[in-house]
Structure formats: structure tokens, C-alpha cells
């Protein structure tokens, strides 16, 4: 089944389903793009300038930015965007009658460009609070994860996949080169409730505070039966794509704050609250290590938190 009618078949607002025909369309774009890295276009390599993180922007990073900012803006839903490439909201003047705001990472994880690693576009809407028709406030992008209307990634890896919910269940279809439409293919995917894998990046172990720290070595005792291990790391250093093989098949991922990232290296508004919707909608959860992530009000565009995600039974256990 394709998107549109899948959509339309859960009564989907017209309006919201305009905006998921335009994250569709800029995927497209940015799927074409990331499949000839290296092949003629010149989107290797660094841009040489630096987003408001003080990341080195990738020009993919910035290609994509343009390719979803550009198809948002034509979409007339939408009466403005926050991305981590762009320091400041932006307002979209000829569509303040749209009723929704989007926050995205165009592009997550594009340092692997380079070496050919899956990455991926991360996504929230959110119903705009101020007036229809009126310009947009600080607080119409600063909203509690639980108030997003929809969240998703797409993930361009081997094959490209787009994974959202509109919070009554999350869903994955995969885009068919030969007709270039996303079809359905799982409806109502569940985190398994326990898993075998951990995602973690372990250089960092001696900033992990004593839970954590507890928690990863028993990930590293724990045996099977047999005597075997009981778990595995697996981290491929693109949240979407340990994200991605973790809700199919069972695990967890965890960005604790670290001595380089003392907040925390990923970002509220548009990496953890859309991964923490995806996973709550399939069984899963997420937290900052305390509280549930989609509890969290927000103070800033671009801030950040400790982030763990995954199968109830591992986040229970690496949480208790
Ligand atoms: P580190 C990519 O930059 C990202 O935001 C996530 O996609 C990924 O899981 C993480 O950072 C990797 O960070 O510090 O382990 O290289």
C-alpha cells in the first residue's frame, strides 16, 4: 500500500498528509543525492563551515537542509521549521495560515558519509499554539515531546525507508526504486520487549555515571545458559540506523552526558523526542536517564540531553 492511502485510511488530516507528501518528495531528492555520493556531484567532504553546534557541516548536510526546507515552504501546511543547520526558526510568511510546525535534522549522522554508512533525516510536527494567520512565537517550537502530531526518519542505507507515527502505532515502508513510491511493508512494528544488543560508544566509559557504568558491565557478565554471551554492542555511530535495527530486532541505545558533551551530545527538539515518539508507539521507550523524554519542556531551539531508548525490558533495566 503507498503512503497516501495508507494515510487517508487512518483519517488523516488532509493537511498533515501534505506535509508527509513533502517530506516524501525531499527525501527523494536527498536519496538520489546520498546514492551518488562521490559520482560527479561534489558533496563529499566538509563545507568548511560550521552549523550553530560548532559541527563541521557536511555538504550533504546542507544539500539536504535546502531539499526539505524548499519542499516545506511549497507545501503551504507549514507556517515555519527549526533544523539543526539553521541557528535560528525559520517563519514561512506565505504559509501562516498553516496549522503545524516541523523540526528536523536533515541530515543525522553525516559524517559517515564519507564511508558509505547508512544516515538519516529525523522529523517532528507539532500543531503550531499561537494564532493561524499570525507570525510564529518562541513557543510554538518549544512543546513537550508528548504534544508531537507525528514523528519519523527516513533511513537511506541499503535499502531507503521511511518510519513515522501519528501516534497510533509506528510504521515502516520502504521505497520502491522502480515506481519511486514508499510501500507499506510493516504495519504496527513492536520493539521486541527484550533484547541482545547495546549501543553504546564505550570510549566514553569512564564519563558513564555509576548506572550506567553498572549497567554495561552487566551487559558484559551476563551469560546465557549455554554459558554464551547474553548481549552484543553494536554501534554504528548513525542514531537512525542502531535505532532502526534495534526496534526490529530487540535492543538499546544510550548517549549518556559525557566530559566532551556534558549536557548530553544529541538534541531534544529533533533527534530524541521524534526517536522517543517512534519508540513509544511501538512498545519501546525513551528517557534522559530520570524522566520520559516527552515530558521534558523545552527552554532552547538546539538543546540537549542525555538520551536512552529501546525495549522496555532493557530500558527498565539500565534505568532501575
Ligand atoms: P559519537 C551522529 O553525529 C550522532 O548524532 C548520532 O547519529 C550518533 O549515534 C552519534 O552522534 C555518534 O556520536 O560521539 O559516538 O561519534
Redesign the pocket.
Known amino acids: 500500500m503507498e503512503l497516501k492511502k495508507f494515510l487517508e485510511d487512518k483519517g488523516t488530516e488532509s493537511a498533515l498528509i501534505e506535509v508527509f507528501k513533502a517530506i516524501e518528495d525531499a527525501s527523494k531528492v536527498v536519496q538520489s543525492e546520498v546514492s551518488r555520493a562521490g559520482l560527479g556531484a561534489d558533496i563529499y567532504g566538509a563545507k568548511g563551515s560550521e552549523n550553530i553546534q560548532g559541527e563541521e557541516q557536511q555538504k550533504l548536510d546542507v544539500y539536504a537542509d535546502e531539499c526539505f526546507i524548499k519542499e516545506f515552504r511549497a507545501c503551504g501546511q507549514l507556517a515555519g521549521l527549526a533544523s539543526e543547520e539553521q541557528d535560528d526558526a525559520l517563519q514561512f510568511d506565505e504559509s501562516l495560515n498553516g496549522e503545524y510546525v516541523i523540526m528536523i535534522d536533515p541530515l ?2 553525516s ?1 559517515n558519509i564519507d564511508v558509505n554508512v547508512a544516515i538519516g533525516t529525523i522529523f517532528a510536527v507539532y500543531k503550531r499554539v499561537s494564532e493561524k494567520g499570525s507570525g510564529l512565537e518562541e513557543g510554538d517550537f518549544l512543546q513537550a515531546g508528548k504534544h508531537q502530531i507525528a514523528a519519523g526518519y527516513v533511513n537511506y542505507s541499503v535499502s531507503t525507508q521511511l518510519v513515522f507515527s501519528t501516534g497510533s502505532g509506528t510504521h515502516i515502508f520502504t521505497l520502491d526504486p522502480n515506481s519511486g513510491e514508499y510501500r507499506l511493508i510493516n504495519e504496527n512494528v513492536k520493539f521486541p520487549a527484550d533484547g541482545k544488543v547495546y549501543s553504546i ?1 564505550e570510549v566514553n566509559l569512564d564519563d558513564f555515571d555509576d548506572n550506567l557504568k553498572r549497567y554495561a558491565q552487566i551487559c558484559k557478565d551476563k551469560r546465557k545458559a549455554d554459558g554464551k554471551r547474553m548481549y552484543t554492542g553494536r554501534y554504528i ?4 540506523a ?1 535505532f532502526h535495527r534495534n526496534i526490529l530486532k530487540g535492543g538499546i541505545y544510550v ?1 549518556p552526558a559525557t566530559v566532551d558533551s556534558p549536557k548530553g ?2 538534541r531534544l527538539l529533533y ?1 530524541c523526542n521524534p526517536m522517543s515518539f517512534l519508540a513509544v508507539n511501538a512498545g519501546g521507550k525513551g528517557s534522559d536517564g530520570t524522566q520520559d523524554i516527552l515530558e521534558i519542556e523545552p527552554t532552547e531551539l538546539h538543546q540537549r540531553c542525555p538520551f536512552y531508548v529501546g525495549s522496555p525490558v532493557m530500558m527498565d533495566e539500565a534505568l532501575s
Do not use: I
Open positions: 543525522d549522522g559524517s560508544n555511530g548513525s542514531l537512525v542502531d548517549y551530545k544529541l533527534e
